[in-house]
């Protein structure tokens, strides 16, 4: 069971650009309410207090622009010249983070596929105890994502004077309202977090998360600065989709000194079926103890998938050393840096894919599906940036960033102009963002998209450009492609997850253009897009209305 509710805030409201986002309310402490028994979840509290919070909520903003769905209230505040409308669905029962489920993953999993057309973005409200093993589950069970998800909480409940949770929360909309991060990721203390990277390493402090091997994807101060060159990218012409199937046989086993073969052997009989292993320093264990090495053996010969991940919350594991390669040798997998809760996620993820056989969950265990582990490359260096910061003169690594950060976005856009795919490989091979985008918020793949450039348009979404991008007008490639009448393009797009965002009143105007040009050509093209050909203008008249009055 879910309730929804929703918010605003505005300023100029016409002439704002807007956004719309989702929050997920799970639980956790930032909703919670004071009682004689202690702090408590309180139904409805969370969704009604927040019409309180001039920050969060503007009451004057026309609310008969947006209609939620399922009866939902929206809430809205403006900032940064967008006006942030978003929804609160409450979860029924709320419950406290120790109490979280693998069903309930599968709920949040499904409900962002429900209404993943309908928002932009998406928060979930959770408290912190598991909040970085369900951001990491998430970031598994949630597929070819082209849109934010941000998980934030607060340690504090958020209706107290020294709260957290109110700029936690605040910020999460920020970024999940005006930026397109495709990840699944966790925003805490001014820091937005790869989901599968974190770890809770502080229950008294509001710095309550760190990721030890990654850094964060942003930080929020004055600026919100964004590591675009760090976001994950799926890097496939698929939509969006879930998997809900997550196995339940798995486990963490922790070594320590004086740990027994008996204890290993206990541990790993059925229905275990996969086991997170955290070893000592880069990936050791006892090597004098054959009849340990022995229980590891017989586990990974009848099947049991066995991952071996550090101790430590830095580093990586590395089998150079001799007791190390022991595990290796009897069928445990390297973990690389994974945290505990992606390894354990991800493991239970593989485990739940029965279109998937033994020896590809084992392949895919040791594989970066989601940026949850670190990938050893050798760095490629840029000649052509180098040449250019010698002619220059620049000589520090931050003037060479700026170079690079200048140079690539014009240089990207007129390859993608002109469909130069040869151009486009040169420079996301030397490090240039494919999302990155010119004066006007035009991405590559906008640039491609309205001149029809096909195999530029299928280069740029194989190296993870997004298609939900909008430029200075609110436009998404996806619109660019249908205003030129790209066919192909639009087929593409919509392959790749690409879906209209914009309003009826939008969509009518462009319809009733292509009706005076009688181009039927274009108007069938909006059809296979998904416009629905007798929606209603806001003088109530449809496509046909025009139709008829130009036959008169």
């Not at 997550?246 to 740990?259: D, E, H, K, T, Y």
């Not at 390859?415 to 918020?441: F, H, P, R």
């Not at 416009?531 to 109530?540: I, P, R, T």
Request: net charge negative.
């Amino acid at each position: 069971m879910s309730r929804l509710y929703a918010h605003h805030n505005s300023s100029s409201l016409s002439e704002q650009a807007e956004s719309k986002v989702l929050i997920l309310y799970t639980g956790g402490t930032i909703g919670m309410k004071k009682t004689e028994r202690g702090y408590e979840p309180y139904p409805n509290y969370l969704a009604n207090s927040l019409k309180s919070l001039p920050m969060l909520h503007d009451p004057n903003y026309d609310q008969e622009l947006f209609s939620p769905p399922d009866n939902l209230e929206s809430l809205i505040f403006s900032i940064y010249g967008c006006r942030v409308i978003y929804c609160v669905m409450e979860y029924e029962p709320l419950m406290d983070s120790s109490d979280m489920s693998m069903d309930v993953w599968a709920k949040i999993a499904m409900d962002i596929r429900k209404y993943y057309e309908i928002f932009d973005g998406f928060v979930i409200l959770h408290g912190t105890d598991t909040m970085a093993y369900t951001s990491s589950a998430l970031s598994f069970m949630l597929e070819d994502l082209g849109k934010s998800i941000i998980l934030t909480g607060a340690q504090v409940p958020i209706y107290e004077q020294r709260s957290d949770g109110r700029e936690n929360l605040l910020g999460a909309l920020i970024i999940a309202g005006h930026y397109v991060i495709p990840e699944v990721t966790l925003y805490f203390d001014h820091k937005l977090y790869r989901g599968n990277r974190v770890i809770k390493d502080n229950n008294r402090e509001f710095n309550a998360f760190q990721s030890p091997n990654f850094a964060p994807l942003a930080n929020v101060g004055i600026d919100i600065e964004v590591q675009w060159s760090s976001i994950f990218r799926s890097g496939k012409l698929q939509k969006f989709h879930i998997y809900t199937s997550m196995s339940s046989n798995v486990g963490i086993l922790r070594l320590f000194p004086g740990i027994t073969a008996e204890t290993i052997r206990t541990f790993l009989l059925p229905p275990m079926e996969g086991v997170i292993l955290l070893s000592y320093g880069s990936g050791n264990a006892p090597s004098r103890f054959p009849n340990i090495i022995n229980e590891f053996r017989k586990a990974c010969d009848r099947g049991v998938l066995i991952l071996n991940i550090s101790q430590c919350c830095r580093g990586f594991v590395d089998d150079s050393y001799m007791v190390g390669k022991i595990l290796t040798n009897v069928g445990i997998i390297p973990g690389a840096d994974m945290t505990p809760e992606a390894a354990l996620t991800k493991m239970s993820y593989l485990l739940g894919r029965d279109d998937l056989d033994l020896a590809t969950k084992r392949r895919m265990l040791k594989e970066n599906l989601r940026g949850e582990l670190t990938v050893r490359l050798s760095w490629k260096e840029s000649e052509f940036i180098n040449s250019v910061a010698q002619a220059l003169k620049a000589t520090s690594i931050k003037e060479i960033d700026t170079i690079q950060s200048m140079l690539f976005p014009v240089l990207l856009c007129s390859a993608a102009a002109v469909g130069n795919v040869s151009s486009l490989k040169t420079l996301t091979e030397q490090g240039a963002n494919v999302n990155s985008c010119d004066y006007d918020g035009r991405t590559p793949l906008h640039l491609a998209s309205y001149e029809g450039h096909v195999e530029a348009v299928r280069f740029l979404l194989e190296k993870g450009a997004s298609v939900f991008s909008r430029d200075r007008l609110h436009r998404t490639p996806y619109i660019d492609a249908l205003l030129n009448s790209q066919a192909e393009v639009v087929k593409i797009l919509k392959i790749s997850g690409a879906h209209l965002h914009i309003g009826g009143e939008e969509i009518t105007f462009y319809l009733n253009n292509l009706i005076e040009e009688n181009n039927v050509k274009s108007l069938k093209l909006w059809e296979e897009a998904g416009v629905d050909l007798n929606l209603k203008g806001s003088d109530f008249r449809t496509p046909l209305h025009t139709v008829c009055h130009f036959l008169d």
